[in-house]
RNA sequence: GCGAAGGUGGCGGAACUGGUAGACGCACUGGAUUUAGGUUCCAGCGCCUUACGGCGUGAGGGUUCGAGUCCCUCCUUUCGCACCA
């Protein structure tokens, strides 16, 4: 509704943010502001979808989230009033292991433990002033969302992209229960203590890591708008390299008489050039040829027991001391025919190539050092430059890829790295031996966790009757049985999966044969959930197909935004989910997520002092006051609960244990959302860490307070009348006052479109404490110049203080709903200056500065600056030898 | 261990393409207003120096007329490492 420009009601008194939130909130609930619709001619620019990672319901909305949708909320505005038609939608990752953590805890289903949170966090959010869709809303753990999960999995299983295979895990000896990393601390059980062991089970796996996923996964890379650091890390995560995969042979046999692996010990390398240099082989703990020696060799037996207690997680793995033991099996070289002692190392991994590595401690700084701690022998077999080689210290130009020439190598010498490895790779692959492999890093993905709260996996085990006819084995649940209704009412107990003990659940007929079976029990990884839940935002409701129609029109997703602590599983899982959708013909693109923003953390000081038991006890940084010194140094500080010293500890992220958590909702009632908003948006850009302080929080509410005072200040003289503003004649001070105030947006708009959000605020205080100078009782002119300057300050402001502005833009009589108002952007003309000033340098020194016509001519310039008090001063008589001359900028005399 | 990113006043941060380092905010200091506290307003505020001036972007070196920005070496902090999400 169009408002009088003349006002005659008289504008709110003192800034009341409770009173000013909950009258724009209420406007817009009425007109429902932010439900998107396809292809909705109100906006001529066409869709842009914004999109925030979904929030975990762990109970409370967390500072991070409020950061998260912040960043979300201020581009939703920006574009909107740029004429994008922008969805920003909202659900919740509501499967998971916290949720059976807390039913343990609490005796509570995790269930109802998850919809309880997803109301309470629902209701927070609804004060921040989020322009969310909620019609939108999806839940991971509701059976119209999981069931295409199942469905999806169903067609991977068709397609062989989902399979079988047994995969290592952490296992609780005294839980009997499979653990998470998480649950692993120190190598024991959390809540058993028991030393954790690995162990290998069946579970599905997804086949991210097929040479056509993974060589499109890394590819497509060079496609997307993300930051270059979570492309890289992908990147080194896909891990590509490429080598040679060879075999040693040996005639090892098994108890029963047969070859093991048919005679062959693979091993992949990207440095076959150093093929000659190998004096030993590494295989992994759980490798065949291990498991044979250990067989007769109790002390071999014990190692490899050893090696595999502790966590699988790879960071434990890869810092363990590097050990090893022999076998006292043999393989034969393939080129030399040499006797090759074959070892057990606690640092290969069963999980990459075969399990087995060749060592070759001259050019291998991993494999020097178990040379040097087990003395075995080190061979130099590549020349650098003829530097000399010692086997008593590692160089790194030991592995140098670049410079190396073949040495000791029979009648490899004298051939560079790259053509020795092919010339090696031939001769191999004509023994039958060896041939050039692609290799990634990339393992796949497996999806089978041993818990309750996830989506079950749609397989009936039939395991045929007693005594009678085999079972028809694993078989999928045909696709008009989905889904598979996980039950609700279930409480762990911490000793496995508690879907084993429900009848109810476990007890189905077999598909195939009709004869009694088993579901499986696993749950799908939450991964899977968030795979693919930002296409279901974009379907609402679709009962009949997993994404429909309209999915085309909002995806891609032109802007993702969340942690970087995602920047490689979750963000490659959905990479990799969406191409099988391609593939199955659901979507038509290839990559998800067009553009991706990696917000920072929170962070916030730590305090700690001494408990009456002489344990630290952290104090929350609400409840502690700081010590200044006169130059504005925290020196100590004390709490307010009893006013005794604290100690300040580091800044670290907040967190629970620590107690440096802050409450957002508390922040919103103390001060109102646009204020968290406008701190959070200017004191950190939003890439970095931001820093929580109360007394930055305290500035951006005087900020917004200084908006409200100055604005209502000039209502009287803006309702006055409307007169054109007279640009060509102002007096010299509005002239610059103008031209201030049209730099500041020209700059603003500059850092907005590069999601700088943390300057576009600060632009905002300038245009404010420039405006502070004007007056619109003044003259016609500054009434008019007050006029179009708040008018830019409050639709500058209004993505980051969106109530304050709604409510201001209103009042002062400003045209139509500020939602949907024009973007501001500067006036050329109102930039221009006569005048301006340069920097003059001597030497490159600044040395002063000197006043110029802005149509001056460099030779003007220079003469100018050559001209000036300060250069004759710093000359003292000398001619400069150049003079560079920086347009608009500087001028350097060199001397 | 492997991979990635960062380090600028007392603090958060700014500095568009190699061209005025410290914008803007916070804290602090002085002053005004206020019965007081708070609020608000004005002024100051990198370090050293009475001054002239000198020094300053983690440390050291290099390129350049000119380096926070580019190159090399080192130190350090944060994040990820496949079953936390």
């Known amino acids: 509704m169009r408002r009088p420009l003349l006002l005659t009601?008289?504008?709110?008194?003192?800034?009341?943010?409770?009173?000013?939130?909950?009258?724009?909130?209420?406007?817009?609930?009425?007109?429902?502001a932010y439900r998107a619709v396809e292809n909705d001619a109100r906006f001529p620019k066409g869709k842009y979808y914004a999109c925030s990672m979904l929030p975990y319901p762990s109970g409370k909305l967390h500072i991070n989230h409020v950061r998260n949708y912040t960043i979300n909320d201020v581009m939703y505005r920006y574009l909107r009033m740029q004429g994008y038609n922008v969805l920003m939608p909202m659900g919740w990752d509501a499967?998971?292991?916290?949720?059976?953590?807390?039913?343990?805890a609490n005796q509570v289903a995790p269930a109802k433990w998850t919809y309880d949170n997803i109301a309470y966090m629902k209701k927070q959010m609804s004060v921040m002033g989020l322009a969310i869709d909620w019609s939108r809303e999806m839940a991971a753990c509701k059976p119209e969302y999981y069931k295409w999960n199942q469905w999806m999995f169903l067609k991977m299983l068709e397609k062989g992209i989902a399979y079988r295979k047994t995969q290592v895990v952490n296992w609780d000896p005294i839980d009997m229960t499979v653990l998470a990393n998480e649950q692993v601390v120190d190598g024991k059980g959390w809540r058993t203590g028991a030393v954790v062991e690995k162990r290998e089970i069946p579970g599905y796996?997804?086949?991210?890591?097929?040479p056509k996923y993974a060589e499109e996964l890394l590819g497509d890379l060079d496609k997307l708008g993300w930051p270059e650091n979570v492309k890289t890390m992908q990147r080194n995560w896909i891990g590509k390299s490429v080598g040679v995969r060879f075999a040693f042979t040996h005639d090892i046999k098994d108890p029963e008489g047969h070859l093991v692996q048919d005679g062959k010990l693979y091993v992949f390398t990207t440095r076959a050039d150093t093929i000659m240099g190998v004096t030993f082989m590494a295989v992994a703990p759980e490798h065949p040829l291990a498991t044979l020696a250990a067989a007769n060799d109790a002390k071999l037996a014990a190692f490899i027991e050893e090696a595999k207690r502790g966590g699988v997680a790879e960071a434990d793995v890869a810092t363990r001391d590097k050990e090893?033991?022999?076998?006292?099996?043999f393989a034969i070289h393939p080129l030399t025919g040499a006797q090759i002692a074959i070892w057990v190392g606690n640092y290969v991994l069963m999980s990459y190539g075969d399990g087995a590595v060749m060592g070759v401690p001259a050019h291998d700084e991993r494999d020097f050092s178990f040379a040097k701690k087990y003395q075995l022998p080190i061979k130099q077999v590549i020349d650098v430059k003829g530097q000399p080689f010692s086997i008593e210290a590692w160089q790194p130009w030991y592995e140098d890829k670049e410079n190396g020439v073949c040495m000791q190598s029979g009648k490899?010498?004298?051939?560079?790295?790259?053509?020795?490895?092919?010339?090696?790779?031939?001769?191999?692959?004509?023994?039958?031996?060896?041939?050039?492999?692609?290799?990634f890093r990339l393992r796949d993905w497996g999806i089978s966790r041993q818990r309750y709260w996830g989506t079950p996996i749609p397989i009936i085990h039939c395991s045929g009757a007693e005594g009678g006819a085999p079972g028809c084995g694993a078989v999928p649940v045909p696709e008009k049985d989905l889904p598979v209704v996980l039950p609700e009412d279930l409480?762990?107990?911490?000793?496995?999966?508690?879907?084993?003990?429900?009848?109810?659940?476990?007890?189905?007929?077999?598909?195939?044969c009709g004869k009694d079976a088993k579901r499986e029990t696993d749950t799908m990884d939450t991964f899977v959930d968030s795979a693919w839940y930002y296409m279901r935002y974009c379907s609402p409701g679709s009962t009949e197909a997993m994404v429909d129609a309209r999915n085309d029109y909002w995806m891609p997703m032109d802007q993702y935004i969340g942690g970087i602590e995602h920047a490689v599983l979750h963000l490659l899982y959905a990479r990799f989910w969406t191409k099988v959708m391609r593939d199955l013909g659901l979507v038509k693109f290839d990559e998800p997520f067009t553009n991706l923003l990696c917000q920072g953390m929170v962070v916030c000081e730590t305090f700690y002092g001494e408990g009456a038991d002489g344990k630290t006890v952290w104090i929350n940084p609400a409840d502690v006051d700081l010590v200044f010194d006169d130059k504005g140094r925290a020196i100590s500080a004390k709490s307010k609960l009893d006013g005794q010293p604290v100690v300040i500890g580091g800044t670290e992220k907040m967190s629970k244990s620590k107690n440096n958590g802050v409450d957002p909702q508390a922040i919103i009632n103390a001060y109102g959302a646009d204020t968290a908003r406008v701190f959070m948006m200017n004191t950190a850009p939003p890439e970095q860490m931001l820093e929580w302080s109360e007394d930055g929080v305290k500035g951006a509410s005087r900020f917004l307070?200084?908006?409200?005072?100055?604005?209502?200040?000039?209502?009287?003289?803006?309702?006055?009348?409307?007169s054109p503003l007279n640009a060509a004649k102002l007096d010299d001070q509005l002239a610059k006052a103008r031209r201030e105030l049209h730099g500041f947006i020209r700059d603003a708009n500059r850092d907005i479109a590069k999601i700088q959000y943390n300057t576009v605020v600060s632009f905002a205080i300038k245009v404010l404490n420039t405006l502070e100078g004007v007056q619109a009782s003044a003259s016609a002119d500054a009434r008019e110049a007050v006029r179009e300057g708040l008018s830019m300050l409050l639709r500058l402001l209004n993505p980051f203080a969106p109530h304050i502005t709604h409510v201001l833009w209103n009042e002062l009589g400003y045209h139509g709903d500020l939602l949907d108002a024009q973007?501001?952007?500067?006036?050329?003309?109102?930039?221009?200056?006569?005048?301006?000033?340069?920097m003059l340098q001597v030497n490159g020194k600044l040395r002063g500065s000197i006043s110029i016509a802005a149509t001056a001519t460099r030779e003007a310039v220079e003469q100018a600056a050559l001209a000036s008090d300060a250069a004759q001063r710093h000359l003292a008589g000398a001619t400069p030898k150049k003079v560079i001359v920086v347009p608009g900028r500087l001028v350097n005399l060199v001397v």
Not at 412 to 439: F, N, R
């Open 9 to 32: 009601e008289p504008m709110q008194e003192k800034y009341n943010p409770a009173e000013v939130e909950r009258q724009a909130q209420a406007h817009w609930t009425a007109i429902d």
């Open 95 to 104: 499967f998971g292991l916290p949720a059976e953590n807390a039913a343990m």
């Open 205 to 210: 796996y997804l086949a991210i890591s097929q």
């Open 324 to 329: 090893g033991m022999p076998t006292g099996l």
């Open 412 to 439: 490899y010498d004298g051939l560079p790295t790259l053509k020795a490895v092919d010339a090696i790779a031939a001769d191999l692959a004509a023994m039958g031996l060896g041939e050039k492999k692609i290799q």
């Open 491 to 512: 409480v762990p107990d911490g000793s496995g999966n508690p879907l084993n003990k429900d009848a109810r659940f476990l007890n189905v007929k077999c598909p195939k």
């Open 705 to 722: 307070r200084r908006v409200w005072v100055y604005a209502h200040a000039q209502h009287g003289a803006l309702a006055a009348g409307i």
């Open 823 to 838: 973007w501001p952007v500067e006036d050329a003309k109102a930039l221009q200056a006569d005048t301006i000033e340069i």
